[in-house]
């Protein structure tokens, strides 16, 4: 079960803002609405979310569907037409955190002098997709994806790090005496869990990319733009890196003609720039920031809290000794900022909102309930991978409609620690029971395109639920705060 | 104690296997991993519910159907002829890959699956499918109702089942007399 722990508490709250509507008689929606965090408001921890949590806007979606509008009239209707089967729709909308509260990311991503990009990355396959993201991550942002990628690494000789592995727990007096130690970070890799990876993971793929795309593409195509007659293309405009973009054909902005990336990476390599970076990134519900002092480059203030560069075949003699750290210098910060350990306290700043419309009839004689078709919401942030957006956001779906009608566990002996349950008896959702052909989303757009993306696979599967639920007390008018609703439930319901 | 065997002979993509002497009882499933290091076969439940162990069994009429691995004995398949799926996609005489299935490719182009555990029976059921409207086409208008009868047996615990049908229904409408109006 995705999200445990959260689904089960979210799911009955979200079925009793909907008993309390009825209660104050207000509509479902606007009862959220009027309740909705708005932009910088704390939560209960009194942690304030990164970014708008944008819940008022999903709301006012929401209360515009047709589903929503029309169900009063859909349920007399359907009713009259279907004796035997009562029809309902039901609403619920959450708002879910990715990530753990110690996240990291680690990578290296370097390209030779034919342009040929090598990334290894701690990044674990587990079905989501998140090595694919990863490597879209890098192509959006070197214009080029990589061409030989290793994950799922443990080690990085490039990155020589230590820790003491108590992330949650340490005292603000133990990390600042620890942190002096540039070698040493909070904790070391990343779980694959908590929907991490697209933003989390991805975090650290980014800080990478940005870091060749500012201190190695730049100046590496600057000096193509700015040779050649008369100075060359560059010479008579005013372009600052903040003008360099990723176009087709490579890399151009301000009016350039766009340069292959191959041609870059030659120019690179011969310039002796940074050809290679391996990063570390920490975040604590907020990320560490360091500052490192660069051959070449310059000091930097990064969102990484451990660095290591690789330096192009043309590089002197002296910075090529200095890459003995398998390979690269590994750059000691000379100052870092962790974030206090306070915030272990104050909890959760990232979080995303996903609202569920659910359509439904029961039939009166069995109990049994038909989903007719299901609309979500969800705000994704910027997404990287559409397909694999939906892909999460479809599974979450039905296995939320499992979650609300048909899969359940005794508790203590008879429970599954007997080790005798399997299929025959834990139903699991088939494609007839979650409304294959009939289910709609959507996504709300980005406020901006620098938006980050959002950590989703969990927070998918959690308003369906309650949007069942609240859909069949629509339909029949019995509440339930027990799941799953099964058919003796709702036949014993009936019958009252 | 010794292990009864029996011999068994058959055909599995293409290749005639045995006769080789094999347990008596042991499930198909066992045999094609652990005898013929066949392993894209999944085991599931081991109950014959989930059919991730599902394989293609041809027919003497040379018609497909499906078979669950798990439930039946390595026996059960004596003297036929069946398709798991290493044997769906194109390969040259070293066995290299030359071109995936119609269902893999649209498959992969849908992004239908996650964790891939279900992979291989979806694979081997879709395919079937496809067979079946080759040989008796279907309404556009029936043809999701189709899908769904075909493939409801198949559990898929991440996808929620919507890029698996949406990628049969792509080959089924682009393969020609498989869909009529």
Redesign the interface.
């Known amino acids: 079960m995705r999200g445990y722990g959260t689904i089960q508490a979210m799911s009955i709250t979200e079925l009793l803002v909907d008993e309390v509507a009825a209660e104050l008689g207000m509509d479902a929606i606007e009862l959220r609405r009027r309740n909705a965090l708005r932009p910088g408001e704390p939560n209960t921890q009194g942690a304030v979310q990164l970014g708008d949590p944008r819940l008022v806007e999903m709301l006012d979606r929401a209360a515009q569907h047709p589903l929503w509008t029309n169900r009063e009239q859909a349920k007399a209707k359907y009713d009259a037409a279907n004796p035997g089967r009562r029809y309902g729709v039901g609403f619920a909308q959450v708002q879910k955190d990715y990530g753990t509260g110690a996240d990291t990311s680690a990578l290296l991503l370097e390209f030779d002098a034919e342009g040929k990009i090598t990334m290894r990355h701690c990044v674990q396959e587990?079905?989501?997709?998140a090595t694919s993201s990863q490597q879209v991550v890098v192509q959006r942002m070197l214009g080029k994806a990589p061409d030989v990628v290793i994950f799922g690494e443990t080690d990085f000789p490039q990155l020589p790090l230590k820790s003491n592995f108590e992330p949650f727990t340490i005292s603000q007096q133990q990390q600042d005496e620890l942190s002096r130690d540039p070698f040493w970070v909070p904790a070391i890799l990343p779980a694959m869990s908590a929907s991490n990876s697209v933003y989390f993971i991805g975090f650290g793929t980014k800080q990478a990319a940005q870091f060749l795309f500012e201190n190695t593409v730049w100046p590496a195509a600057k000096a193509i733009w700015s040779s050649g007659p008369a100075g060359g293309q560059l010479a008579s405009g005013v372009m600052t890196a903040a003008d360099l973009r990723v176009v087709p054909g490579g890399v151009g902005g301000g009016g350039m003609a766009p340069i292959p990336f191959a041609d870059i990476a030659r120019k690179a390599h011969e310039m002796g720039l940074v050809t290679g970076v391996a990063v570390h990134c920490f975040s604590r519900w907020q990320w560490a920031r360091a500052d490192f002092d660069i051959p070449g480059v310059g000091s930097l203030n990064l969102a990484v809290d451990a660095l290591a560069v690789r330096y192009g075949d043309g590089a002197p003699e002296a910075l090529k000794a200095r890459m003995n750290t398998g390979g690269y210098d590994f750059i000691k910060r000379s100052a870092v900022q962790y974030p206090s350990a306070q915030r272990n306290n104050a909890g959760v700043t990232t979080y995303t909102p996903a609202a569920c419309l659910v359509e439904l009839n029961v039939n009166t004689f069995t109990g049994k309930v038909e989903i007719m078709s299901h609309h979500s919401l969800l705000d994704p942030g910027n997404v990287v991978v559409p397909?694999?957006v939906?892909?999460?956001q479809?599974?979450?779906?039905?296995?939320g409609i499992g979650h609300a009608l048909m899969e359940d566990l005794p508790l203590y002996g008879d429970g599954p620690g007997n080790g005798t349950w399997?299929?025959?008896r834990y139903t699991?959702p088939?494609?007839?029971d979650?409304a294959?052909?009939t289910?709609t989303a959507e996504y709300l757009a980005p406020l901006a395109d620098s938006s980050p993306p959002k950590g989703l696979a969990e927070v998918v599967m959690i308003p369906v639920v309650a949007a069942t639920g609240n859909a069949i007390t629509h339909a029949i008018g019995s509440r339930f705060y027990r799941l799953p609703i099964t058919p003796a439930k709702i036949k014993k319901a009936l019958t009252i | 104690m010794s292990i009864e065997k029996r011999p068994l002979a058959l055909t599995i993509n293409g290749n005639k296997i045995g006769p080789v002497d094999t347990p008596v009882g042991m499930p198909m499933i066992d045999f094609l991993h652990e005898h013929l290091n066949l392993t894209g076969t999944r085991f599931?439940?081991?109950?014959g519910?989930?059919h991730a162990c599902t394989i293609m069994e041809i027919q003497p009429d040379g018609t497909p159907i499906e078979s669950r691995t798990c439930i039946y004995d390595a026996h059960f398949f004596n003297g036929k002829t069946i398709v798991t799926v290493e044997g769906q996609a194109k390969r040259d005489e070293q066995g290299r890959l030359q071109e995936l299935s119609p269902v893999q490719q649209a498959f992969i182009e849908?992004?239908s699956?996650?964790?891939?555990y279900c992979t291989p029976g979806f694979v081997t059921a879709a395919t079937i499918f496809i067979e079946s409207l080759k040989r008796q086409p279907v309404k556009r208008a029936d043809l999701?109702s189709r899908i769904?009868a075909a493939?409801?047996?198949?559990?898929?615990?991440?996808?929620?089942?919507?890029?698996y049908?949406q990628a049969v229904q792509d080959v089924a409408l682009k393969t020609p007399g498989c869909v009529i109006e």
């Not at chain 1, 479809?394 to 296995?399: E, F, H, K, P, R």
């Not at chain 2, 599931?44 to 109950?47: A, L, N, S, V, W």
């Not at chain 2, 699956?113 to 891939?116: E, I, L, P, R, T």
């Open positions: 587990i079905g989501t997709g397909a694999l939906s892909g999460q479809q599974g979450g779906v039905a296995m399997n299929f025959n699991l088939r494609a007839v979650v294959v052909w289910q | 599931g439940c081991g109950q519910i989930c849908h992004f699956f996650q964790c891939g999701q769904e493939l409801n047996d198949h559990i898929c615990r991440c996808t929620g089942y919507v890029r049908y």
